[in-house]
C-alpha cells in the first residue's frame, strides 16, 4: 500500500502488482483489475494501516470498500498486513462500523509478534542457506530482530549477501557482521 494513500493511489499499485498498465483512469483500472483476478489469485497488501493516514478521511473506507468489492467479485484470497494500527482501527477506530462488513467477509484475523519467533528468523538464516549465528553475529541478529523486527533483519539479509555474491564469495555470517557495522556507523556520524 503506497504511503498516505488514497483509492486511487491503491489501485495504481493493485494494477501495477498484477502487471496492469497503471496508465488509465480509476474505473477502467478497476475494471481491469477485477478482470485479471480470480479464485486462483492472491491479493496480497502490506502496509495497509497506510489507508489509515491518509489525508482524506473518507479514504480509509473507500480503500477497505474497494478491496472487499475486489474479493467479493473475483473470488481471489485477500491478505490484508498492517501494524498494529491497522487492527485497532478496523476494530474500534472512527470508522469500525463502516467496515465490519468488511471483517464478517470470513477473514482470518492474525496478529503477529512485535519481534519475531527464533524459528521465524531461523527460516530466514535458513533461506539464505546459512548454518546458526555464531560470534558477534548472535548478538546483532538478537538485537536488529528485537528492535525493528524482521523488516531491518531481512534488508539487512539481503545486503550482506550482496556483498558476498559482489565479491564472488559464498555468502556468510561475517557479511551480516559487516553490514550492520556499516550501518551502525553511519547512523553514528556525527550530523552537520
Known sequence: ??????????????????????????????????????????????????????????A??????????????TQCGLVLCGANVFRSQIKRGEFAQSLKQLRKRGIWELQLENAPSPSGVALIYRHHKLGKPSGEAVALVKSSTGEHGLGKFTKFMIRAAQVATSRRERFQWKHFVEVVGASTLMCEMPKR
Open 60 to 73: 480509509t473506507v473507500k480503500c477497505m470498500s474497494v478491496l472487499r468489492q475486489l474479493q467479493e467479485q
Open 1 to 58: 500500500m503506497p504511503a498516505s494513500a488514497g483509492v486511487q493511489s491503491m489501485m495504481r499499485a493493485i494494477a501495477e502488482a498484477c502487471h496492469i498498465s497503471s496508465r488509465a483512469c480509476f474505473e477502467n483500472l478497476r475494471n481491469r483489475v477485477l478482470r485479471y483476478l480470480d479464485d486462483t489469485k492472491l491479493l496480497i497488501l502490506d502496509e495497509v494501516h497506510e489507508a489509515f493516514v491518509s489525508y482524506q478521511k473518507q
